[in-house]
């Protein structure tokens, strides 16, 4: 194959003018965040020739970037590893691949096996076979440097093999390739529609909420102290006039914990830990969370998550808020194994949900741009229907199709509560008498239906009651005797992990499992086959949403003058941002076409849309 370097105008628009319509291409940066990001080469390969455009420097930078521009324009395909953040980086500069066939090679391997590492360096050497080296290592001696043109250059290449190596298991109308081609193609639009959008950040809300948990975590540890009889000391900072407090315990060790906990106030340990040692989770927290100590240590806790992973000056939110006031989450399509999409910094997903025992509204923060009010599109009970979808389960269909409280109809089947069938539905005037009735009842339902779903089993069950493992387990029989559709679903979840090592999820994606073997044994754990029904849950749940905002990104082309912009996706929900004085007007359209791709489903799809002025209100 041949290559060249390419630094002068002429040569470079020559070149270009011989390159296929079809092309790999990767971006060389000096930074990852886009307001600061500078363009500092380009690589391309055709798979008979290949490229590198040093740009570092250089006169022709601009002239440089008009040639690639019109190369773009006469493209067909584009292919890159990991193609939102070249995409987004050309953006930049003015160029804009959003109307190409795209392939990107990071998602297809994702597709293709879900287990492995998919970085591009990883896959060339354990796929390709090549010998690959660092971006330190080539860096090293220059961004000028033969080595370093060759480690660029051979981005292209490989990004271009490893479609080659890919495509014989993507080509065709099987269900996985057309989950490539029909839904995860379009969808890296959306996220990089959300990643050039980002969100906007009030940053005196931030400052406000951090002086507040500050001075209160400062005093739970008072509490926590004085409580337990422990000499602590004070300081004032002469700068800032603010208290230190210095305490001999420190209260997020376990070990001080345990021994806090199970010998100085003398509890009952209620979790273990995977190894088998006594833990002090969050299944401890909620068991004691009345006792005095526990209450404070439960509010201490949370400050504490939320102040070192959002609040604080060097938390996810501040550090990551660029120039313009956004922060520009990035979004993983290939960070997990059921499919479900992560982001990181900021991790919008864990977004910690105003807590009871001491509430922090960090969406507050979260603020729509002047003009614009924020909108949040997601799914009623999603979980729930695709459950339902999945095992045609007589109780779960015919309770979401009428309407009903399904976890009050569970409830009043299961423990025969004598509800008459009509005040199941949630319309009915006596609906909610009996849902605050039996509200026990129900909430226990409801914990053993999704318990059932994450895989749950008695050993879980007992802790959440309170109950021997022999008691939860007769509940989780007498439950499938009451369900025996969802119980015929999770039993074939694990006959096709035995016949297969994977389960297939309805949009023909796959979650895969690794065979144990030893000298004793031979085959899939029990935490594999507590998975398996719980993914296709999941990992269906995840598509939708993909398949969701594919249509909203396609459809509000159609309404101009609403400026609908997608922002942001947390698990079930979309968030969006619209013109104020067309919001009224886009919510029914917005629901709409979150419902309107899953009207075949034998169970309704119900999206519900929220307002207002921050993602707290719109929430």
């Known amino acids: 194959m041949n290559r060249v370097v390419l630094k002068k105008f002429k040569e470079t628009e020559d070149f270009l003018r011989t390159l296929g319509t079809a092309v790999s291409f990767d971006t060389e940066t000096t930074d990852l965040k886009y307001t600061k990001l500078e363009l500092e080469g380009i690589s391309f390969c ?3 020739q290949a490229c590198y455009i040093d740009l570092v ?3 022709d930078f601009y002239p440089i970037l008009c040639a690639v521009k019109d190369y773009f324009e006469r493209a067909t395909t584009i292919v890159a590893h990991n193609i939102v953040f070249d995409m987004k980086v050309l953006h930049k500069y003015g160029i804009d691949l959003r109307g ?3 392939y990107d090679t990071m998602v297809a391997d994702h597709l293709l096996d879900e287990r492995r590492r998919h970085g591009l360096k990883y896959l060339a050497s354990t796929l390709l076979g090549k010998e690959v080296i660092s971006y330190e290592e080539a860096s090293a001696s220059g961004t000028q440097s033969s080595v370093f043109y060759k480690y660029a250059t051979d981005d292209a290449v490989w990004t271009w093999e490893l479609m080659q190596w890919q495509q014989p298991h993507l080509r065709g109308d099987n269900d996985l390739a057309k989950l490539f081609r029909e839904v995860e193609m379009p969808f890296q639009l959306v996220l990089l529609e959300m990643e050039l959008n980002g969100m906007y950040i009030d940053t005196k809300v931030i400052k406000d909420l951090y002086e507040v948990c500050e001075k209160d975590q400062k005093q739970f540890l008072m509490q926590m102290c004085e409580y337990l009889d422990v000499e602590y000391e004070m300081q004032t900072n002469l700068l800032d006039n603010s208290l230190n407090i210095f305490c001999p315990i420190n209260f997020n060790s376990t070990k001080q914990l345990k021994e806090i906990l199970f010998t100085k106030l003398k509890l009952k340990p209620v979790e273990t830990t995977p190894s088998g040692a006594v833990g002090v989770g969050k299944v401890t927290i909620k068991k004691y969370k009345d006792h005095p100590f526990v209450s404070i240590l439960n509010k201490y806790k949370i400050i504490e998550k939320a ?5 604080g000056p ?3 939110i501040m550090s990551n808020l660029e120039s313009d006031g956004v922060v520009r989450t990035s979004f993983r399509d290939t960070g997990t194994k059921t499919g479900r999409l992560s982001c990181s910094n900021p991790n919008i997903q864990q977004l910690s949900k105003p807590n009871d025992a001491y509430p922090i509204p960090i969406r507050k923060a979260f603020s729509a741009r002047p ?4 909108v949040t599109a997601d799914y009623s009970g999603q979980e729930v229907c695709v459950m339902a979808e999945l095992s045609k389960d ?10 009903y409280d399904m976890h009050l109809a569970v409830a009043n089947k299961f423990y025969n509560l004598g509800i008459p069938e009509e005040a199941l539905n949630k319309t009915h005037p006596d609906h909610e008498e009996f849902k605050a009735k039996f509200d026990s009842e129900r909430t226990k339902a409801k914990v053993i239906t999704f318990g059932l779903a994450y895989g749950k089993g008695a050993y879980g069950f007992a802790l959440d009651f309170g109950i021997s493992e022999d008691e939860a387990q007769k509940i989780v029989d007498d439950y499938f005797d009451g369900m025996p559709g969802l119980k015929r679903a999770i039993d074939k979840s694990h006959k096709e992990v035995y016949d297969s090592g994977c389960v297939r999820y309805m949009s023909g994606r796959y979650r895969r499992f690794e065979k144990i073997k030893n000298n004793d044994w031979e085959g899939y754990t029990k935490k594999d086959l507590r998975q398996a029904f719980n993914a296709k849950i999941q990992g269906y749940s995840a598509d939708m949403v993909r398949i969701a905002s594919n249509n909203i990104y396609q459809s509000k082309k159609a309404h101009p003058e609403m400026d609908i912009r997608i922002l942001a996706l947390v698990h079930d929900e979309v968030v969006l941002e619209v013109k104020s004085e067309h919001v009224d007007a886009s919510m029914p359209l ?5 419902e309107e791709p899953f009207d075949w489903m034998c169970i309704p799809i119900v999206s519900d849309t929220k307002k207002g002025a921050t993602y707290n209100e719109a929430k």
Request: zero cysteines; aromatic letters at 8%.
């Open 100 to 102: 190409h066939k795209l």
């Open 371 to 374: 003009g614009y009010t924020m």
């Open 590 to 594: 917005i629901k709409n076409w979150m």
């Open 394 to 403: 007589e109780t779960l269909v015919k309770s979401l199709n009428n309407g």
């Open 314 to 316: 060097e938390a996810q």
């Open 46 to 48: 055709d798979g008979k």
């Open 57 to 59: 420097d250089n006169n």
């Open 307 to 311: 102040l070192s992973a959002y609040l």
